[in-house]
């Protein structure tokens, strides 16, 4: 069966230090990998997807960075954190067989929160 | 771009009672999604809607999927605080299922 995990789960980071959170997928092939973020009380931002390794499509223009550097890993980073981006970050896969309209399969997630 | 709006934004309810959870999209849908999220956690795949007047159920909670296929709906019968936590709706566009959009999720409390 296939699982996915993401780490580290809690981030206590001061403003301007680095950050880079990993999310494996274990159990399927070639999968599109996504990392999105939820602030308090408010929805899921789809921050970067990927549909390939070394492919990443960014949705917003900010401070974070993805990267692909495997099959099924991706990882979210930051050269320098800013307070705004505080919120709980979630890793998420889809497959491809059948079609592009599938369900997500969502990580445990991480709470970063900046100081 | 594509919006889902959601109703209400929280809902209490006394356990036993039944409740409906909205989902409205700016434009037509091409694959509807709920997913479930306790306090803190990932989120749970509930069920997918594709097709426009189609109805799913899984245990006590059926969603529905409008003709037009611009609104869905969350049914829970008989809530239970196992119900309590943020239940969120999802969409893809009509570019593809690469990119799932969501709604701000509604907080859904249940009194035993």
């Known amino acids: 069966s296939q699982t996915i995990h993401q780490w580290p789960a809690t981030l206590v980071q001061p403003v301007g230090s680095p950050l880079s959170l990993e999310c494996t997928v274990e159990?399927?092939?070639?999968?599109?990998l996504y990392w999105y973020r939820q602030a308090a009380g408010r929805g899921l931002q789809l921050l970067f997807y990927s549909v390939g390794i070394g492919q990443i499509s960014s949705e917003v223009p900010q401070n974070l960075s993805a990267s692909r550097p495997q099959d099924r890993q991706f990882i979210l980073s930051s050269k320098k954190l800013l307070l705004s981006d505080s919120g709980f970050y979630l890793c998420a896969w889809k497959g491809r067989l059948a079609g592009p309209t599938r369900e997500l399969f969502f990580g445990e997630g991480s709470r970063l929160t900046v100081l | 771009s594509q919006e889902l709006e959601q109703s209400p934004q929280s809902l209490i309810v006394q356990e036993g009672k039944n409740l409906t959870i909205n989902c409205t999209s700016s434009k037509t849908l091409y694959g509807l999604y709920w997913y479930k999220q306790k306090y803190g956690e990932g989120l749970i795949f509930l069920m997918m809607?594709?097709?426009?007047?189609e109805e799913k159920s899984h245990e006590k909670i059926t969603a529905k999927l409008d003709e037009k296929k611009q609104q869905s709906s969350l049914h829970i019968t008989a809530s239970q605080p196992s119900h309590a936590g943020i239940y969120l709706c999802?969409?893809?566009?009509?570019?593809?299922?690469?990119?799932?959009?969501f709604g701000a999720g509604t907080r859904l409390f249940v009194k035993a």
């Open positions: 809607l594709q097709k426009g007047g």
């Open positions: 159990g399927t092939s070639n999968p599109n």
């Open positions: 999802g969409a893809d566009g009509r570019t593809g299922g690469f990119k799932t959009i």
